[in-house]
């Protein structure tokens, strides 16, 4: 048994990309990007411990990119778009993103979303677009060591409400907040 949790990952990098060309262009660069829309890959590291990078596709032609603070890959690729790589686009992402891990998450989930995230596969290494406590989010169902966990993105303007809200739910169902206000 885990405790329930939701955290916010201050420590994160992001970037966004979109054209024609921004899967060859991230290719040239050693970054592979998944080939199906609404899906991510990446190393799979617990609730607890920072990703290296995670490439979600969210479209045919958009991506989103997140790593964890301290990393050079998206500072890198930051340093190439400035040379205004043809059919590549910078779309500018500062996510909040949280965590929501432990058990009893997918009571919370069933409480503030309408998508039975119980049902996926987080095998899958799908991106679900939906919206949660009203707020538009990008949810990527992932498992570690048969825990299965949840990273959530949204729009920085609404993190405060997100992570506020979300932490409530959380401690409503016996768990804890760690950097979100409940």
Wanted: charged share 15%.
């Amino acid at each position: 048994m885990s405790l329930l949790t939701v955290h916010r990952q201050a420590d994160s990098c992001h970037l966004g990309l979109k054209g024609a060309s921004a899967t060859q262009w991230l290719a040239t660069h050693g970054v592979i990007a998944p080939t199906a829309p609404n899906s991510w890959s990446g190393a799979l590291p617990g609730p607890g411990e920072v990703e290296p990078l995670i490439v979600a596709r969210l479209g045919a032609s958009e991506l989103f990119l997140q790593e964890a603070a301290g990393g050079h890959t998206l500072e890198r690729l930051s340093q190439a778009l400035r040379n205004s790589p043809t059919g590549v686009y910078p779309v500018l992402r500062e996510d909040t993103a949280l965590v929501l891990a432990g058990d009893g998450v997918h009571d919370v989930l069933a409480q503030v979303c309408n998508i039975d995230f119980g049902a996926m596969s987080p095998e899958s290494r799908v991106i679900v677009m939906t919206l949660m406590i009203g707020v538009a989010v990008l949810v990527a169902p992932q498992v570690a060591a048969d825990e299965r966990y949840y990273r959530i993105w949204c729009d920085p303007s609404y993190g405060p409400y997100l992570g506020a809200s979300l932490g409530a739910v959380v401690v409503d169902c016996g768990g804890v907040c760690t950097g979100v206000s409940a």
